[in-house]
């Protein structure tokens, strides 16, 4: 399990890699300071919920925006898929303060969260917006059914979360047909290939990538520091 630090960048700039989740840099021009992260609220490892009444109306879950027409701050969201449980509640606290900051100082302007809705960070920042009422886009790099043999064992948190999204916000990329001259791909080449795609996508079309990281870059082109890589680029 990773205990990640925390990362902002924007445009092709490197700003801050903070484990305390602080952030500086915005979209455009403008330099945003970092919001006030000095109470962070204490969660219980245990909480026991009060027994609900037989009559008391059935809470819906809280489904993503959709675009309203106003352009919006894009954020993309990279990171670990194995995040201590333990550092959860204060990985969801940083993540509140992102939005926060961004709608105190752009009220106007709707945040849009790019997200693959992998396990840990991806589907972390997801469960934030949606609470929120944020917009989520969705790229998948692979058809769902095949997506989800990279996570057998949260396959229902997945099809939780994406089934509160409108189907209009979710889409498998396109894969690129391979070149007859080169070398036919192995299965896991094609795969990687494929999660590559999302990576760059998440890149280049965000204002922001916020990384849920450990800081440590890989080999792997397609992996969180990929991500990152591609950002500074």
Do not use: M
Not at 27 to 33: H, K, M, Q, V
């Amino acid at each position: 399990a990773y205990a990640p630090s925390y990362a902002l960048w924007t445009g092709t700039t490197r700003t801050s890699q903070l484990s305390s989740g602080d952030c500086r840099g915005s979209p455009g021009e403008r330099s945003l300071e970092p919001p006030p992260l000095s109470k962070i609220v204490s969660v219980t490892q245990e909480t026991i919920a009060p027994p609900v009444a037989a009559s008391a109306p059935t809470l819906q879950p809280v489904k993503s925006a959709v675009p309203d027409g106003r352009l919006p701050i894009v954020i993309g969201v990279t990171g670990h898929r194995h995040l201590r449980a333990a550092d959860l509640p204060t990985h969801r606290e940083h993540v509140r303060e992102l939005f926060a900051h961004f709608r105190r100082r752009y009220p106007s302007t709707p945040l849009r969260i790019i997200t693959a809705l992998a396990e840990g960070a991806d589907r972390l920042v997801a469960e934030v917006a949606l609470e929120e009422g944020h917009e989520l886009l969705v790229p998948l790099p692979l058809e769902p059914a095949d997506y989800e043999r990279d996570f057998p064992d949260s396959i229902e948190e997945f099809h939780s979360i994406l089934g509160r999204v409108p189907p209009e916000q979710v889409f498998v990329l396109p894969q690129e047909e391979e070149d007859p001259d080169s070398s036919p791909l192995t299965p896991h080449e094609r795969r990687e290939k494929c999660y590559r795609a999302v990576g760059v996508l998440r890149a280049q079309q965000s204002h922001v990538v916020r990384a849920l990281w450990d800081g440590q870059q890989t080999a792997s082109n397609a992996g969180t520091s990929a991500v990152v890589r591609l950002k500074l680029e």
